[in-house]
């Protein structure tokens, strides 16, 4: 059984930065492709930023420049570095798990989920 468990959210004014942690159990971090997702209220579930197995990271438009997504084998963690952080940036973030390196930004493919940290950007 995989456990993903996030942590780092919290309020800012845009501007501001934040750093996510996902902190992962039950599995071998180095050998599958794990991500990052939001969910602004009343949206659908939006890909952030994806790091495969050979630490190739990978990112939506939107976050290109402000988002460093990284991961840390040795302590089976992920994080995501968020600077220059905008109200449009707001959302419950979710830190997923075994995806598809081919198709990094759908989430069905994801097989574990974490249950999010919420980040809230005020201008």
């Known amino acids: 059984q995989v456990e993903l468990v996030e942590s780092g959210g919290g309020s800012v004014q845009a501007g501001g930065s934040l750093r996510l942690s996902c902190a992962a159990s039950?599995?071998?971090?180095?050998?599958?492709?794990m991500g990052w997702f939001r969910q602004a209220p009343e949206k659908g579930r939006e890909g952030v930023a994806s790091?495969?197995?050979?630490?190739?990271?990978i990112y939506a438009d939107s976050v290109k420049g402000r988002f460093t997504i990284s991961k840390d084998n040795t302590k089976n963690t992920l994080y995501l570095q968020m600077n220059a952080l905008k109200p449009e940036d707001t959302g419950m973030y979710y830190c997923?798990?075994?995806?598809?390196?081919?198709?990094?930004?759908?989430?069905?493919?994801?097989?574990?989920w974490g249950q999010g940290t919420q980040v809230t950007v005020s201008s």
């Open positions: 039950g599995y071998t971090g180095s050998t599958i492709s």
């Open positions: 997923a798990a075994d995806g598809y390196a081919m198709q990094p930004f759908v989430p069905e493919w994801y097989k574990w």
């Open positions: 790091i495969d197995s050979t630490n190739r990271p």
